[in-house]
């Protein structure tokens, strides 16, 4: 059997009005944001951010 690695985190889920805004990091995109509605649909995906800190600063700029 293979062993799989996984370096995927997540950093933060929290919710801003009616949307849920989740940082993480993935080894291929570094930091990243996403912003999801409330039918689950995804609103923006940032990537390339350096720190967990960036991306949640600018997916709650994003997110107003």
Excluded: C, P
């Amino acid at each position: 059997m293979e062993e799989i690695i996984v370096t995927d985190r997540i950093y933060l889920i929290t919710h801003i009005r009616r949307n849920l805004l989740i940082v993480m990091y993935t080894s291929e995109k570094d930091w990243l944001f996403r912003a999801i509605n409330a039918e689950g649909e995804v609103l923006q995906e940032q990537t390339g951010f350096e720190t967990a800190m960036a991306a949640e600063k600018a997916g709650r700029n994003w997110l107003g």
